[in-house]
């Protein structure tokens, strides 16, 4: 934290930062409303070929008997993973009073409230008996992992859409008080109607530290386990690929890698879009990338553990499995994950200059397809081969390939992710104001004057 | 064996003056469903076993069927005092497939549905390949029911895994959690769905099919209700099953109607199970093809490409 400023210079500075920060509110141009249309578009196409599932039944999909969890469901395990970086960095960074993170905190909360929100969805969408989700509540056991999975994830989801108003509220009231006047007065009430009439005295600013540190400590066991009761859908399966221990935090350590990815990338469209260079730093993407590099080696450990200790043996059905994972069908897209998703960025990432912003984001595209593509080959090539062998099926039982109608309604779920990300970041302020004005030396008393 | 008991029922069909004579043999009691038609003086009748007769109407009166919600109950909780068990004679099948037949049309299934697969296994290079019926191993751990969110697949009782379809929600965690391949799903509308729309749900039989919701081997707990045997069983023209009642120390064959000791004839002849080192404990049991007095027709499937 700078020293306190004088209240001249901090008056001038928050005008400053307040206008900066609001930016991405205020700014409505032709690109702005081409980049709604495009994901309600594509969003759209995704729910009308979801209309055409529930319609047909699941049989539009790739899906079948024998691989009868396919891209619906690594859908499904990306967007959980990608919500983990919430929980790390608004978490678990700010307890450990690392301080470079503050700034990225709200970023985090955007990612990890639009993954764990289509996380919900995309499941819901992967049932057969849609209609009959109710009975989860109605007739629910507690001894099967999905039971365990429906309950963190809907506690994540309200912890962290809790992480990112909490911190919001004095935000709001500083808009409410102080806001430019092209701000769209309809903005402005829905802003009056959130800041909860927040005055800014001391007492509220301790209930609202207060309330986010019982919050963040919250977090930390159900963010661990909401990546571990998924990946639990699996390991508590007998299938070869899948019946392993280290499964846990296999999935908690690569969930990082794809969050922070993720955070990378939007840190680096709200710089550009919103010019907000002095704000997300090249020190911010310089640490990123530092981050990214350590959780690729947690990762990349991971990886060789669970490929390298059954690959050793070669058990009859693991070996069928990991052959056909190196040598295979699959080894394309599993060398690919491997090398583009960890082994090159980790070495790229080493040096100073892939961790500025441009090269840091491109490394960021590559990891996050990785991660995607990677949650694909955890869950198909296993089902591919059951123990016994799969006989007087059609042909097309035996290999699974997503069809349109997937890949559609798999579409909708970025598009409405990204469209979840974009309402947040025009509706509210993408960094914290308040905090990043504190930190700056501002003091508390000048962020509650009105606007003259 | 299938023809004769079908004949006995049209036979019986005839003679009955009332619906009462058609439903009071007790078989018909639990499944017997109407279809209404477009004629006016006739009406086609669905037998349990799948197939559509045709009487006059002025023959009908209503069944004594217990609703769906009896039925659910009393599918839950099974036969008392039963502990069903399955031997499968590996040297006697010479894929006749006729179980397979049986099958799919009393579980109104797709040709590509399998509650019972006739699988090719070689289980090394140089052993001699070999046929082998693999129905659901109604497993005394049973890995599917434990993962099933809404408790829609359950262990009975009598030792039946059995499914709920009114209460299934389509997750597939069980076909996923089944190292056996047990389970089918209804991808599309099921078989004739038209044909049994608006009949009542007969849990253990598990038809009407429905779509986005899971099927799988039975047993055919509606016939053993009845005091029959399996349809698969039944259906074997080669004596390859034994079915009956553990508590009873008793197995019966299908084809040759000959009863004898359980535990003798699994001991007699080096029985064993599926995969016993995942503890899943199957009550179907396969005796050893040793001594087959038929070739092996074709080529081996290899499926792991």
């Known amino acids: 934290m700078e020293k306190t400023k004088s209240p001249e210079e901090s008056r001038k500075l928050l005008d400053k930062i307040t206008f900066d920060l609001t930016r991405s509110i205020v700014k409505r141009d032709e690109l702005t409303r081409f980049w709604y249309f495009i994901l309600i578009m594509f969003a759209g196409v995704g729910l009308w070929g979801w209309g055409i599932q529930i319609r047909d039944g699941l049989g539009v999909t790739g899906m079948r008997d024998y691989v009868s969890w396919g891209m619906y469901i690594a859908n499904f395990v990306f967007f959980v993973a990608i919500s983990l970086i919430g929980f790390l960095i608004s978490s678990a960074l700010h307890l450990l009073k690392i301080k470079w993170s503050h700034p990225i905190s709200r970023v985090a909360e955007q990612v990890a409230i639009a993954g764990v929100a289509l996380a919900g969805i995309i499941i819901i969408n992967d049932m057969g008996r849609p209609d009959r989700f109710l009975n989860v509540f109605l007739h629910g056991r507690f001894a099967s992992p999905i039971i365990w999975d429906v309950t963190v994830v809907t506690t994540y989801l309200t912890i962290s859409v809790l992480l990112y108003y909490l911190p919001l509220i004095p ?87 794809a969050g922070a990815a993720a955070v990378v990338i939007l840190m680096y469209a709200y710089r550009v879009r919103y010019r907000l260079g002095e704000y997300f730093e090249d020190l911010h993407f310089d ?83 990785a991660s995607w593509l990677k949650r694909y080959i955890i869950v198909i090539p296993t089902m591919e081969h059951p123990f016994l062998p799969v006989q007087n099926v059609p042909d097309y039982f035996k290999h699974y390939s997503p069809t349109s109608i997937e890949i559609m309604i798999t579409l909708f779920s970025f598009m409405a992710a990204l469209l979840i990300i974009t309402v947040l970041a025009k509706m509210f302020p993408v960094i914290t104001i308040w905090e990043y004005a504190e930190e700056k030396g501002i003091d508390k008393k000048i962020l509650a004057e009105p606007k003259k | 064996m299938e023809n004769k008991s079908r004949r006995n029922f049209v036979k019986k069909l005839g003679v009955s003056v009332g619906a009462a004579g058609l439903v009071g043999g007790s078989s018909l009691l639990s499944s017997c469903t109407q279809v209404e038609t477009a004629s006016g003086d006739t009406i086609k009748l669905l037998t349990s076993s799948g197939e559509l007769v045709e009487v006059n109407k002025a023959q009908l009166k209503p069944a004594d069927m217990p609703n769906l919600t009896e039925q659910q109950k009393r ?205 899943t404990k199957p009550r179907v049991y396969y005796l050893p093809p040793k001594d087959r007095a038929f070739p092996f027709q074709g080529e081996i499937e290899d499926h792991h490409s």
């Open chain 1, 171 to 257: 935000d709001l009231a500083l808009i409410r008080d102080r806001g430019g006047d092209d701000i769209p007065t309809w903005k402005m009430k829905v802003y009056k109607i959130m800041a909860l009439g927040w005055k800014g005295n001391a007492e509220q600013y301790k209930l609202v530290y207060h309330a986010m540190r019982i919050l963040m400590i919250l977090i930390i066991p159900v963010g661990l386990s909401i990546h571990t009761v998924t990946s639990w859908l699996f390991a508590a399966t007998l299938r070869s690929g899948w019946d392993t221990t280290i499964f846990g935090p296999y999935f908690v350590a690569g969930a990082f890698v």
């Open chain 1, 287 to 369: 640490y990123m990338g530092k981050l990214l590099v350590f959780v690729c080696l947690v990762y990349l450990y991971f990886n060789i553990n669970e490929f390298w200790v059954p690959a050793y043996k070669m058990k009859t059905a693991e070996g069928i499995h990991l052959r056909n994972l190196f040598v295979g069908s699959f080894a394309p897209m599993f060398w690919w994950t491997q090398m583009t998703g960890l082994i090159l960025p980790i070495f790229l990432m080493l040096f100073r200059f892939f961790r500025k912003p441009l090269p840091l984001t491109i490394i960021s595209v590559f990891v996050l397809i």
């Open chain 2, 75 to 279: 599918g839950r909780k099974g036969l008392p005092g039963r502990k069903f068990v399955m031997v499968i004679d590996l040297s006697k099948c010479r894929n006749a497939r006729e179980c397979m037949k049986g099958c799919q049309k009393h579980h109104q299934l797709r040709p590509e549905q399998h509650h019972i697969n006739v699988l090719q296994m070689q289980d090394a290079e140089d052993t001699a390949p070999y046929y082998m019926p693999k129905p659901c191993q109604h497993c005394d751990n049973p890995p599917c029911t434990k993962v099933c969110p809404v408790n829609a697949t359950f262990k009975r009782e009598d030792g039946i895994v059995l499914i709920d379809n009114e209460r299934c929600i389509g997750c597939r965690f069980c076909i996923a959690a089944c190292p056996y391949s047990a389970r089918v799903f209804n991808w599309f509308e099921p078989r004739d769905a038209e044909k049994y729309e608006g009949v009542t749900y007969n849990i253990e039989a598990n038809v009407p099919q429905k779509k986005g919701t899971i099927s799988k081997c039975l047993f055919s707990a509606d016939r053993l209700r009845d005091g029959k045997l399996p349809t698969c069983v039944s259906s074997c023209p080669n004596g390859v099953y034994w079915f009956g009642d553990q508590n009873e120390d008793a197995v019966t064959n299908g084809t040759t109607h000959e009863t004898v000791s359980f535990s003798k004839l699994v001991r007699d002849n080096a029985a064993y199970t599926l995969m016993p080192e995942l503890g």
